[in-house]
Nanobody, 122 residues
Framework: QVRLEESGGGLVQAGGSLRLTCTAS????????KGWFRQAPGKDREFVAVMPPNAGPAQYGDSVKGRFHISRDKSRNTVFLQMNDLKPEDTAIYYC???????????????WGQGTQVTVSS
C-alpha cells in the first residue's frame, strides 16, 4: 500500500524554524512526485512545495518562496520541508502527498498523509 507519514510539526514563535519530514512506504513508487500542502481552518488546501521525482527544480507557493526549502534523501522515499522565518499566517496542518507528476494542484495527488500541525505564535 502507498502510505505517507508526516512528522516534525509543533509550536514555534514567529521568526523561528521547523523541519517537517514525510516518509513514504516502500510500496510508494519512487517515480512519483512528493509535495507539501497546508490547510488552515476554514480555508482550502494550499500548495506549498513539490519535489519532482527526477531531475528538475522544485516548485514553491508564492507565500513561502525564499523561506521554505524542500529536499529528499537518496532513497527518494523521504522528503523534508525546511521552514524558516515562520509567520503566524503559516499556521496550518501540513500534509504530504504523492502524484504521478510534479504538480501544484491538489487534485493531482492520489494519496495523503494524516498531516502534522504547525502553529506559529506572534
Amino acid at each position: 500500500q502507498v502510505r505517507l507519514e508526516e512528522s516534525g510539526g509543533g509550536l514555534v514563535q514567529a521568526g523561528g524554524s521547523l523541519r517537517l519530514t514525510c516518509t513514504a512506504s516502500a510500496r510508494t513508487p519512487s517515480a512519483w512526485a512528493k509535495g507539501w500542502f497546508r490547510q488552515a481552518p476554514g480555508k482550502d488546501r494550499e500548495f506549498v512545495a513539490v519535489m519532482p521525482p527526477n531531475a528538475g527544480p522544485a516548485q514553491y507557493g508564492d507565500s513561502v518562496k525564499g523561506r521554505f526549502h524542500i529536499s529528499r534523501d537518496k532513497s527518494r522515499n523521504t522528503v523534508f520541508l525546511q521552514m524558516n522565518d515562520l509567520k503566524p499566517e503559516d499556521t496550518a496542518i501540513y500534509y504530504c502527498g504523492v502524484a504521478r507528476r510534479s504538480s501544484t494542484w491538489r487534485g493531482d495527488y492520489s494519496h495523503w498523509g494524516q498531516g502534522t500541525q504547525v502553529t506559529v505564535s506572534s
